[in-house]
């Protein structure tokens, strides 16, 4: 069964600070990883996936195969990117998605 | 360009009534699926849909029912409603990895 874990409810920091949002997964075949964004009162939206190899925001991740982890990370927080970032899993054929129990990320000034 | 609509927002329901909650999008995605979405459990899936007329079970199927009649709609039934339901519910389509939420539907069962 595929899995995806999220070992931080909560990360606080300050602005300007480095971020690192942890994600591990566990998964028999080649998964498909992302990164979703919920901003306060707003729908869930795709913020990153891994086969993209793109920086939305400033941030970027990067899927370690040896580890099994896709970690987000930012090198310079900003105040609006306080928000629940939720990493997700998929199958080759993008059928269903699983996700982690979600970091909640609040940057303070 | 409405893309996916959840209606209604906010229910109130006492245990044991019933109610429909629908998804609709216009984007002519294939498939379409229902998360629930509770604090310290991240998004769970409930049913799913790879097409009109098709569903599936999710993580968390029971209690809840789907119908998938129409491409464009997929709807989602509590048969009796029980207060573990209360949840926000999250509805969702996609093509390929491109998925789409709606702005979901915060369900109270007292």
């Known amino acids: 069964a595929q899995r995806v874990t999220q070992p931080e409810k909560l990360l606080s920091v300050f602005k300007g600070a480095p971020v690192e949002l942890k994600c591990n997964y566990s998964?028999?075949?080649?998964?498909?990883l992302f990164w979703y964004v919920q901003y306060s009162r707003q729908r869930l939206q795709l913020l990153l996936r891994h086969i993209s190899r793109e920086s939305i925001k400033g941030f970027t991740a990067d899927l370690n195969k040896g580890e099994t982890s896709f970690h987000l990370k930012k090198p310079f927080a900003q105040e609006e990117d306080s928000a629940m970032y939720y990493c997700a899993l998929s199958d080759s054929g993008y059928s269903t998605l699983t996700f982690g129990k979600g970091t909640m990320l609040l940057v303070s000034p | 360009n409405a893309g996916v609509t959840q209606t209604p927002k906010f229910r109130v329901l006492k245990t044991g009534q019933s109610m429909t909650l629908l998804c609709a999008q216009d984007?002519?995605?294939?498939?379409m699926y229902w998360y629930r979405q509770d604090p310290g459990m991240g998004l769970r899936l409930i049913h799913y849909s790879v097409g009109e007329g098709t569903t599936a079970k999710g993580e968390v199927p029971d209690g809840y029912n789907v119908s998938r009649l129409k491409k464009q709609n997929f709807l989602l039934g509590l048969e009796s409603a029980a207060p573990s339901q209360t949840s926000v519910y999250f509805c969702?389509?996609?093509?390929?990895?491109?998925?789409?939420f709606g702005s979901g539907t915060r369900l109270t069962v007292v």
């Open positions: 969702a389509s996609s093509v390929g990895y491109g998925y789409t």
């Open positions: 998964y028999s075949g080649s998964p498909e």
């Open positions: 984007m002519n995605h294939e498939y």
